[in-house]
């Protein structure tokens, strides 16, 4: 007896409840200066690069061959000229890193974990085909093994001279990504790591979806023996 009665009880209470929250309106305000804490903040104001890119534009850019991002990235990389092929989606995660937008957008870390390890692959078998060594002795089947594990090996990839290919190429200004501290330089905020890890990226791209092959041309003819690269 008692505990139907409470039962009927609580029921009265949630449909009680229930009405009283039916009644409530929900205002959703948003801003686009400072954060504050409990408001929601314009997603305009806060989806764009450091360079004043935003990231709308871009979505809107894909699939148009009249595209400044997307052209600018294929022309200089340069994609087009080893008939690489990477749709824009693709792209766009590439040159984007989990810092930015809280990371709701897709982000490139996956696609750098992949890229990274076949450079590694690639700047190791660079580097023990081509260094000059004056005793042959120490060749192994014409190859120079001593120099894995080298500094010299170590700075062929290396994400200083990747970061600097990147600035050269003006892409470092295409990338999204979040300051971590807004009053302090690009550099102090880390973009040189991040310049680095999307052109690691753009390699694990260009490996998913256009092979081995074509991904070791790229990397050999463009990052290794190209001059413009500096490395």
């Known amino acids: 007896m008692l ?3 409470l039962g009927r009880s609580l029921i009265g209470i949630n449909k009680s409840c229930l009405s009283q929250r039916n009644s409530l309106r929900f205002i959703t305000y948003l801003h686009s ?4 804490r409990g408001i929601k ?15 709308e534009t871009v979505q809107k850019e894909k699939g148009l061959a009249t595209s400044e991002f997307f052209s600018k990235i294929r022309n200089q990389l340069p994609l087009k000229k080893y008939n690489i092929a990477v749709d824009d989606n693709l792209l766009l995660q590439c040159f984007t890193h989990k810092s930015f937008a809280h990371g709701k957008v897709p982000y490139n870390e996956k696609l750098f974990i992949m890229g990274s390890h076949f450079l590694k692959v690639q700047a190791s078998l660079y580097s023990i085909q081509n260094d000059n060594v004056k ?11 001593n120099t894995l594990g080298s500094n010299k090996s170590k700075q062929i990839l290396s994400e200083c001279n990747l970061a600097q290919l990147m600035e050269s190429l003006a892409l470092n200004k295409l990338i999204f990504w979040k300051k971590r501290n807004v009053n302090e330089s690009n550099d102090f905020n880390g973009e040189p790591k991040i310049a680095s890890s999307v052109l690691n990226s753009v390699v694990g791209a260009i490996l998913l979806t256009n092979g081995v ?10 990052l290794l023996k190209n001059k413009k690269a500096n490395i």
């Open 3 to 5: 505990s139907n009665q």
């Open 33 to 36: 200066g400072d954060r504050v």
């Open 41 to 55: 903040r314009d997603p305009t104001s806060y989806m764009i690069n450091p360079y004043g890119l935003t990231y």
């Open 135 to 145: 005793d042959k002795d120490f060749l192994i089947n014409g190859l120079n093994f």
């Open 213 to 222: 092959e074509k991904t070791t041309l790229f990397v050999t003819n463009f």
